[in-house]
T-cell receptor, first 112, second 114 residues
Framework: DAGVTQSPTHLIKTRGQQVTLRCSPKSGHDTVSWYQQALGQGPQFIFQYYEEEERQRGNFPDRFSGHQFPNYSSELNVNALLLGDSALYLC???????????FGDGTRLSIL | AQSVTQLDSHVSVSEGTPVLLRCNYSSSYSPSLFWYVQHPNKGLQLLLKYTSAATLVKGINGFEAEFKKSETSFHLTKPSAHMSDAAEYFCVVSDAQGTYKYIFGTGTRLKVLA
């Protein structure tokens, strides 16, 4: 049973570019959440998708957007990249009823 | 609003000695609380969860945590540290209404000395 898978594992971009990160949830899960983890910090909630809709959003600018597909997989898009967007981006999936979130290994994004 | 405070950014213990990682939480209602572990360059692995059942929660790899409402604490313990326990540990409170988004503490780095 595959867990949460994220791609790519590493990515290098320059300021002003756009990036798309991908996530496949654990089998049986229908909810996907995205978190940003800056170096030495705890993860910060970006947003959550359920039934292909953004259900809740954290304190992140509109440059951060997402999508959920009918098969529950998800994408995180970041436009107009800034140096401060360098971080580990974690995807987590869960089922309903407050089940614990399962995390992928993340995508390490570096902005030059 | 919910929040968590991890009281120690770094903890060092000798192999075979007890581990105590401290976490205090703030929540306006009965919270769901979790401990996750993160090894270098890896994602987060769930150690244990509290969801208003027994106040003493047993997790994987010999870890356990006790929910104390009067002290608003959820400290993580292990009787005997192993070298493989060296990692970053996060205390998490969940928004138990609606989306169940997670609010993380700043983490405690556990170092295990031989």
């Amino acid at each position: 049973d595959a867990g949460v898978t994220q791609s790519p594992t590493h990515l290098i971009k320059t300021r002003g570019q756009q990036v798309t990160l991908r996530c496949s949830p654990k089998s049986g899960h229908d909810t996907v959440s995205w978190y940003q983890q800056a170096l030495g910090q705890g993860p910060q909630f970006i947003f959550q998708y359920y039934e292909e809709e953004e259900r809740q959003r954290g304190n992140f600018p509109d440059r951060f957007s997402g999508h959920q597909f009918p098969n529950y997989s998800s994408e995180l898009n970041v436009n107009a990249l800034l140096l401060g967007d360098s971080a580990l981006y974690l995807c987590a999936s869960s089922g309903q009823g407050g089940q614990p979130q399962h995390f992928g290994d993340g995508t390490r994004l570096s902005i030059l | 609003a919910q929040s968590v405070t991890q009281l120690d950014s770094h903890v060092s213990v000798s192999e075979g000695t007890p581990v105590l990682l401290r976490c205090n939480y703030s929540s306006s209602y009965s919270p769901s609380l979790f401990w996750y572990v993160q090894h270098p360059n890896k994602g987060l692995q769930l150690l244990l969860k509290y969801t208003s059942a027994a106040t003493l929660v047993k997790g994987i790899n010999g870890f356990e945590a006790e929910f104390k409402k009067s002290e608003t604490s959820f400290h993580l313990t292990k009787p005997s540290a192993h070298m493989s326990d060296a990692a970053e540990y996060f205390c998490v409170v969940s928004d138990a209404q609606g989306t169940y988004k997670y609010i993380f503490g700043t983490g405690t780095r556990l170092k295990v000395l031989a």
